[in-house]
Each structure stands twice: as C-alpha cells, then as structure tokens.
C-alpha cells in the first residue's frame, strides 16, 4: 500500500514549456486534491475533485489544468510555464471529504 | 482577514517541555479542524483532527476546540528534539465541504 504517488519528484522546466504532474492513491479515496505550497504562503488550493468525474476550481487555479482520469489518478498540467510558478506542488486524497493524505510532492523549478 | 491565523513562531521549547500551538479561524460555520505537522523538506503528516468543542488527546498531543472563540490549539506534551516541525492549522468550513483551508504554519524547535 503506496497511499498517494506523485511524479517527478524534481523538474525544471523553461519559460512556455509544458507538462504534467501525475498523482495516484491506492486507498480507495473518492476526493483528491492539488496544492502549492510557497515560502511564507503556506499551502493554497489549485484545484480538487470531490468524486471522480467532478473537477473544482481552489484558490490559485489560474495557469492550471486538472484530469480526474479515473478514481485513482488526479493529473495536473502547467500549459505554458511562467517563473511564478516555482514551487513544491502537492497532491493529496481524502476518504471523507474532510481529512487529507498527502502525497510526498514535486519539486518545480520554471527559469 | 485570512481564513486561518497561527502564532507565526518561531516556538522554541526545551525537551521535556509542553509545547502550545494555536490557530484561530474567520468563518463561525467552520466544522472540523487539523493539524499536520511537517518536516522540513517533507510533506505534511496528518496528527489530529477534533470536531467537537473541548479536549481530545493522543498520545502526547492534545487537540483543544472552543467554537464559541474560533479557537483550536494543539498542546504536546513532553516535547522531543523529533518534534521539531512545522505545525499546519487546517479548517474545513461548513459551506465548501472538501476544502480544507491551511494556515501558513507554526515552526517549533525543541532542543535537548
């Protein structure tokens, strides 16, 4: 039992590139959720999907894109990746839609 | 006002020592609190969560909720070295059920 997954744990991308940040759980968890988390910000919401099939906007969604691919995995991708972007992103699951799991992160670096 | 406020620390006990964390948060509908705690470099680990209004303990920790006060504090006893975290306050509010919303963290040290 892995729980949350993510992949890479380490990236560097350049200005406009594009990828994507998978996760997966193994729990059997119908929420899973995308964060950042910044230097002094603490962590903050991009986007999170309640069940599978559903897709919400959080806090910071702006520049990001989201796949529920199935009840397991929960994709984030960065189309054209800017500067601000630079963080730890973190993905986590929840059984209940109250406690969250998370996932050991990926480290983003966009110059 | 932000959702979750911390005592921006950092907090520094010595071993032995309780250790005092608290949060308070903006939204009187908030129905369930968190804390995680996180090493450095580490993602955050959940230890507690409380829903009700007063004391609920594991272990070592002690998790404190006073609705009444928008007040959660989280207490750990005999602090150790392997205590040195930071410590996230997250809450749940009522009206957007799955959304946790975190405060930025408190760091403590405890040193031997």
């Known amino acids: 039992n892995a729980g949350v997954t993510q992949t890479p744990k380490f990236q560097v991308l350049k200005t406009g590139q594009s990828m994507t940040l998978q996760c997966a759980q193994d729990m059997n968890h119908n929420s899973m959720y995308w964060y950042r988390q910044d230097p002094g910000m603490g962590l903050r919401l991009i986007y999170y999907s309640a069940s599978e099939g559903t897709t919400d906007k959080g806090e910071v969604p702006n520049g990001y894109n989201v796949s529920r691919l199935n009840k397991r995995e929960f994709s984030l991708r960065l189309e054209s990746a800017a500067p601000s972007q630079t963080s730890v992103y973190f993905c986590?699951?929840?059984?209940?839609?109250?406690?969250?799991?998370f996932g050991p992160g990926t480290r983003l670096t966009v110059t | 006002q932000k959702e979750v406020e911390q005592n921006s620390g950092p907090l520094s006990v010595p071993e032995g020592a309780i250790a005092s964390l608290n949060c308070t948060y903006s939204?009187?509908?908030?129905?369930?609190f968190f804390w995680y705690r996180q090493y450095s470099g580490k993602s955050p680990e959940l230890i507690m969560f409380?829903?009700?209004?007063g004391d609920k303990e594991d272990g070592r920790f002690t998790a404190q909720l006073n609705k009444a006060s928008q007040y959660v504090s989280l207490l750990i006893r005999d602090s150790q070295p392997s205590d040195s975290a930071t410590y996230l306050c997250a809450v749940n509010r009522g009206s957007t059920l799955g959304r946790l919303y975190f405060g930025r963290g408190t760091q403590l040290t405890v040193w031997p």
């Open positions: 986590a699951s929840s059984p209940t839609l109250y406690e969250q799991y």
């Open positions: 939204d009187r509908g908030s129905q369930s």
């Open positions: 409380i829903y009700s209004n």
